[in-house]
Every structure is written in structure tokens, then in C-alpha cells.
């Protein structure tokens, strides 16, 4: 069965700081994995896309990487900001015929201190 | 460009009522699912559809029906609320067929109390 675990559950940076959030999941069959961004009180806001085929996905400021053998991701976030104050997920979607589904992992809350 | 709208935002339910959480979506996506987010779970998904007139179980389907007839929407009933129904329910669609690599799109949800 297919599991996502995201540690630290919680992170506090200084402004300008470079940070890396991890996703570990534990079967390598899947189809993609997604970062979102998720405030208080509002849905998720999807960040970043990696196929299976492709090793990591930019935009702006974040870099998501991953190793789909050592069932790895990394969220790259650099120049932090308060701005990127929130809690990120990520979500694995496994491959299966016909299955529409992520699992999630329970996501890590990031705060970024002025 | 509303996205993926969900209505109510919040409700508050006694146990045994029963109540339709509400998902529209003005993209035109095929896909759309329901998921409930607890604390330290995860967001776990209910029901899915992958089309008009099409609709299959997630991982938590009991105690929830779902019906498909539109494109845009996808509603949620809760047939007899229970406690364990407490909880903040997201609705999410896609565009693309199963094996497609798009991202997903959420609402704000609906925060849901059951006494």
C-alpha cells in the first residue's frame, strides 16, 4: 500500500533563508507527484507537477525534484519569504489502469519569520 | 475564472440529519473527486468521477453518495451524519483522461460539524 510521509511536521526559517522540504513515499510505481500550497482556511493550490519520466519541474522561486527508485521528492524554496508562510503537501498519483486517486501525506508547515 | 466552487463554507449538522455539500467547476474538466482532510491523516479521497454519468469509490466511501449528471458539477450527500463525519471536505477536478499528468484544482472547501 502505497504511504507519503513529509518530516518536519513543522519548520521555522529566517527571511532569505534557502530550505528544502522533503516527501518520501513508498512504492516507486507511480505516474507523477505534485507539490500544493495550502493557507489557512483555503484549498490547495497546486505548485508543481513531476511526470515520472522527469527527474524535477522550476517555477520561480522553487525547484521540486525526484527519485522515483529511492522514493524521493525535494521542494527547493529559495530566498524564503513570509509570503511562503503555509503548509505544503505533497501527492503521489500511483499507477493503475483506470484509477483516478493521489495519496497525500499529511504536509509540512513552513513558517517564515521577518 | 471562478475555478472550483464549493458551497456551503461552513455548516454545522446533528447527528442523523442528512445534507448535500455542493462542487462546481467552470473549466470543463472530466475529473472531479472528493476528498476529506482530518488532522494528522492527510487528505484522504471519498468519491470520484471521471465523467458525466460516471462515478467510482475512493478510499473512504461509507456513509457518502455522489451522483454525476453535469460536466460542472459533482455534489456530495451525507445520508445520516455522524460525528465521525466531522471534518473539512475539498472538491478538486482535473482536465484530462486517467493516465494524463495535469494538475489538480481544488475549492476552499467546506468545513463540516457534526453534534
Known amino acids: 500500500k502505497q504511504e507519503v510521509t513529509q518530516i518536519p511536521a513543522a519548520l521555522s526559517v529566517p527571511e532569505g533563508e534557502n530550505l528544502v522540504l522533503n516527501c518520501s513515499f513508498t512504492?516507486?510505481?507511480?505516474?507523477?507527484l505534485q507539490w500544493f500550497r495550502q493557507d489557512p482556511g483555503k484549498g490547495l493550490t497546486s505548485l508543481l507537477l513531476?511526470?515520472?519520466?522527469?527527474r524535477e519541474q522550476t517555477s520561480g522561486r522553487l525547484n521540486a525534484s525526484l527519485d522515483k527508485s529511492s522514493g524521493r521528492s525535494t521542494l527547493y524554496i529559495a530566498a524564503s519569504q513570509p509570503g511562503d508562510s503555509a503548509t505544503y503537501l505533497c501527492?503521489?498519483?500511483?499507477?493503475?489502469?483506470?484509477?483516478?486517486?493521489?495519496?497525500f501525506g499529511t504536509g509540512t508547515r513552513l513558517k517564515v519569520l521577518a | 475564472n471562478a475555478g472550483v466552487t464549493q458551497t456551503p463554507k461552513f455548516q454545522v449538522l446533528k447527528t442523523g440529519q442528512s445534507m448535500t455539500l455542493q462542487c462546481a467547476q467552470d473549466?470543463?474538466?472530466?475529473?472531479m473527486s472528493w476528498y476529506r482532510q482530518d488532522p494528522g491523516m492527510g487528505l484522504r479521497l471519498i468519491h470520484y468521477?471521471?465523467?458525466?454519468?460516471?462515478?467510482d469509490q475512493g478510499e473512504v466511501p461509507n456513509g457518502y453518495n455522489v451522483s454525476r449528471s453535469t460536466t460542472e458539477d459533482f455534489p456530495l450527500r451525507l445520508l445520516s451524519a455522524a460525528p465521525s463525519q466531522t471534518s473539512v471536505y475539498f472538491c478538486?477536478?482535473?482536465?484530462?483522461?486517467?493516465?494524463?499528468?495535469?494538475?489538480?484544482?481544488f475549492g476552499d472547501g467546506t468545513r463540516l460539524s457534526i453534534l
Open positions: 478538486a477536478s482535473s482536465y484530462g483522461g486517467p493516465d494524463s499528468n495535469q494538475p489538480q484544482h
Open positions: 512504492d516507486s510505481a507511480i505516474y507523477n
Open positions: 513531476i511526470q515520472s519520466s522527469q
Open positions: 501527492a503521489v498519483r500511483p499507477l493503475g489502469k483506470g484509477t483516478y486517486k493521489y495519496i
Open positions: 473549466m470543463n474538466h472530466e475529473y
Open positions: 468521477s471521471v465523467g458525466a454519468g460516471i462515478t
